[in-house]
Nanobody
Framework: QVQLVESGGGLVQAGGSLRLSCAVSENIFNFNSVGWYAQAPGHQRELVAIINLSGTIDYGEFGKGRFTASRDTAKNTVYLQTNSVKPEDTAVYFC?????????WGQGTQVTVSS
C-alpha cells in the first residue's frame, strides 16, 4: 500500500522560511505526479504544486510565486519550500501521488503562520 508521510509543519513566524517534506513509500517514478495541496481554514483543498513524471512542475494559485517544489528521486521524497511565509499560508498541507486515475494522500501536516 502506498504511503506518503509529510513532515516539517508547525508554527512559523510571518516572513520566515518553511520547508515541508513528503516521503513516498514507493519509487516516485511509479507515479504520474507527486505534489502538494493546501487546505486553509474554511476553504477547499487547493493545488500548490505538482511535479510531473518528466520533472516539470505545475503550480496552482495557492501561494503562487512564493512556493518552490522539488524532488529528490534517490530518496523518493518531494519538498515544498518558501522563504517568506505569510499568515494566509496557514493551512494543512497534504502530499498527493497520482497514478492513472488513482490518487493517494498523506495525512497532512499543519502549518500555522503567526503575524
Amino acid at each position: 500500500q502506498v504511503q506518503l508521510v509529510e513532515s516539517g509543519g508547525g508554527l512559523v513566524q510571518a516572513g520566515g522560511s518553511l520547508r515541508l517534506s513528503c516521503a513516498v513509500s514507493e519509487n516516485i517514478f511509479n507515479f504520474n505526479s507527486v505534489g502538494w495541496y493546501a487546505q486553509a481554514p474554511g476553504h477547499q483543498r487547493e493545488l500548490v504544486a505538482i511535479i510531473n513524471l518528466s520533472g516539470t512542475i505545475d503550480y496552482g494559485e495557492f501561494g503562487k510565486g512564493r512556493f518552490t517544489a522539488s524532488r529528490d528521486t534517490a530518496k523518493n521524497t518531494v519538498y515544498l519550500q518558501t522563504n517568506s511565509v505569510k499568515p494566509e499560508d496557514t493551512a494543512v498541507y497534504f502530499c498527493a501521488a497520482q497514478i492513472l486515475r488513482r490518487q493517494y494522500w498523506g495525512q497532512g501536516t499543519q502549518v500555522t503562520v503567526s503575524s
